[in-house]
Nanobody, 115 residues
Framework: QVQLVESGGGLVQPGGSLRLSCVAS????????MSWYRQAPGKERELVAS???????NYADFVKGRFTISRDNGKNTMYLQMNNLKPEDTAVYYC?????????WGQGTQVTVSS
């Protein structure tokens, strides 16, 4: 069964850090472009960062310099290190795996940034 499972979300104060993980099962994610998206209440889902199977990285302007995407193909896992979190980063964070015509989504993990 193909599955993506996110974890690591939670409540953090402004300026704090969190590390999200996305574990793939049922397929080898090493050949997939992996991405993090987020969706805040009342807003559309938006791309946060992506990483190719060769390690090329792309970031949305609103997270550049604060978030770092990485992957460990041996563990079939992708990560998102989030530093200097802001209240506007509050959202459900989803991981996505894409290869050719195949796309898989995780169920999401909630990140809340609040004092």
């Amino acid at each position: 069964q193909v599955q993506l499972v996110e974890s690591g979300g939670g409540l953090v104060q402004p300026g704090g850090s969190l590390r999200l993980s996305c574990v793939a099962s049922g397929f080898s994610s090493s050949n997939y472009v992996m991405s993090w998206y987020r969706q805040a209440p009342g807003k559309e889902r938006e791309l946060v960062a992506s990483i190719t199977n060769f390690g090329g990285r792309n970031y949305a302007d609103f997270v550049k310099g604060r978030f770092t995407i990485s992957r460990d193909n041996g563990k079939n896992t992708m990560y998102l290190q989030m530093n200097n979190l802001k209240p506007e980063d509050t959202a459900v964070y989803y991981c996505k795996a894409v290869r050719n015509f195949f796309a898989y989504w995780g169920q999401g993990t909630q990140v809340t940034v609040s004092s």
